[in-house]
Nanobody, 113 residues
Framework: QVQLVESGGGLVQPGGSLRLSCAPSGITLSRYAMAWYRQAPGKQRELVATITRGGSTNYADSVKGRFTISRDNAMVYLQMNSLKPEDTAVYYC?????????WGQGTQVTVSS
């Protein structure tokens, strides 16, 4: 059974930082491209950052220069710096391979003073 478990969310003040982690199980992580998405209340889920199997990264314009996606043999991370209230959302980890797409349950990030 495939599971993606996100952690690291929480409440942070504007300008603060958080590091999200995604722990996949039931898949061979090296065979998957990985991504972080987010969904704010009343909005559609949006792509935040992607990382290929080879380590190439891509970011939404809204987070460029502030967020960094990375991966190792077992985990995927999203380092979030200079957080803004508009970054408030549930953040989801996604694993993709041709014909397969798996999602985690999400972790809440709230940016508020």
């Amino acid at each position: 059974q495939v599971q993606l478990v996100e952690s690291g969310g929480g409440l942070v003040q504007p300008g603060g930082s958080l590091r999200l982690s995604c722990a996949p199980s039931g898949i061979t992580l090296s065979r998957y491209a990985m991504a972080w998405y987010r969904q704010a209340p009343g909005k559609q889920r949006e792509l935040v950052a992607t990382i290929t199997r080879g380590g190439s990264t891509n970011y939404a314009d809204s987070v460029k220069g502030r967020f960094t996606i990375s991966r190792d043999n077992a985990m995927v991370y999203l380092q979030m710096n200079s957080l803004k209230p508009e970054d408030t959302a549930v953040y989801y980890c996604n694993a993709q391979q041709t014909g397969f797409s798996f999602w985690g349950q999400g972790t809440q990030v709230t940016v508020s003073s």
